[in-house]
């Protein structure tokens, strides 16, 4: 019996090394993955740091809509598994990083514990977040708030600068089915 589809909604960032080499990365290795078929991928955004060290530089951030087959727990493994492979240091809270993964929302599940929250407690918060996930999953409902992802980015105030559009095609080299 084949295990049941799950979508999900990853957020993926960089603001160490080579930026747009490590989102390709990211999304090329989750395609190669068993048991996980990325869909639909955002576009790419600059945006300004959140939170962590002052000295930071700024982020490529993006989105993308994955059906899967795995566990909650074990697509979230998978993902710190590609973060490690590109490098990723866990030492500074909010800290740089060469690659992020955030799983965002996995389906209806709801899950508080610390390894595994979801839905991301703090996306409805971010438009770094919101912008590019309302590209690929504009009308997905928030597990807990009940609302959509576009009502949720149109309650949050633009800051000039804060994000700008890079590309809309930036990840066709990469293996994401269609």
């Not at 590109?86 to 929302?105: K, M, N, Q, S, Y």
Request: aromatic fraction near 4%; include cysteine.
């Amino acid at each position: 019996m084949n295990a049941p589809l799950t979508r999900c909604v990853i957020a993926l960032g960089s603001n160490l090394g080579d930026r747009l080499e490590n989102l390709r990365a990211g999304i090329d290795e989750m395609a190669a993955a068993d048991g996980v078929d990325v869909g639909a991928v955002s576009s790419l955004y600059e945006t300004a740091p959140v939170g962590g060290p002052d000295d930071q530089g700024p982020y490529l951030n993006a989105a993308l809509v994955a059906t899967t087959t795995l566990e909650a727990a074990a697509l979230l493994g998978l993902m710190h598994r590609i973060e490690a492979a590109r490098e990723r240091e866990r030492g500074v809270h909010w800290g740089p990083r060469t690659l992020d993964l955030d799983l965002l929302v996995y389906g209806d599940l709801v899950s508080d514990r610390p390894s595994l929250q979801v839905p991301h407690p703090r996306q409805h918060e971010r438009r770094f977040v919101l912008v590019p996930v309302c590209d690929v999953a504009p009308d997905l409902v928030h597990p807990v708030l009940g609302r959509t992802m576009r009502e949720l980015l149109s309650e949050l105030p633009v800051e000039p600068g804060d994000l700008t559009a890079i590309s809309d095609d930036w990840h066709r080299s990469t293996k994401v089915s269609t």
